[in-house]
């Protein structure tokens, strides 16, 4: 077999490959991914992630059940987009709050944040708020 007969038949392998790995890997959708970290060993029931209250401060009795990390992708760099981002990604905290049993989450650090410059594959928006149970007297 000539040199050239067998380099484009190697090209043509390689196209093809290539073209199976775009048409496998398609792009990752813009959803909101999560974790609960628990900071205690106690198990709560569930609740209804509606009936999980957004606190901007710890109140006066609480019990603390947990860590929550959420992150979302955007491709937008606009205020309004943000804040649509932030209450999608703080939606989505309620849920995992809720999962574990926690009846509020408290934002002591500020509400959302989100990685700076260009947008690129990197860039999100964070929300980072504690999971308590409220104590009532």
């Given amino acids: ?11 043509v392998i390689i196209i093809a490959v290539v073209i199976v790995a775009l048409w496998a890997n398609p792009a990752p959708k813009d959803e909101v991914h999560g974790i609960f970290l628990p900071t205690t060993d106690v198990q709560y029931p569930a609740i209804n992630a ?18 929550i990390r959420t992150t979302l ?4 760099t606009s205020q309004e987009a943000f804040n649509k981002d932030c209450l ?17 989450i408290v934002f002591q650090n500020g509400w959302c944040s989100k990685s700076v410059g260009s947008v690129g594959p990197l860039d999100g928006v964070m929300v980072s708020p504690i999971a308590i149970r409220t104590v009532t007297a």
């Fill in 73 to 76: 992708h955007f491709s937008d």
């Fill in 88 to 104: 999608i990604s703080t939606k989505y905290a309620r849920q995992l709050a809720g999962k574990a049993g926690a009846n509020a």
């Fill in 1 to 11: 077999m000539n040199a050239l007969k067998q380099n484009l038949i190697h090209l």
């Fill in 50 to 67: 509606s009936n999980v209250a957004v606190l901007s401060s710890l109140p006066a009795a609480y019990t603390k059940i947990g860590n």
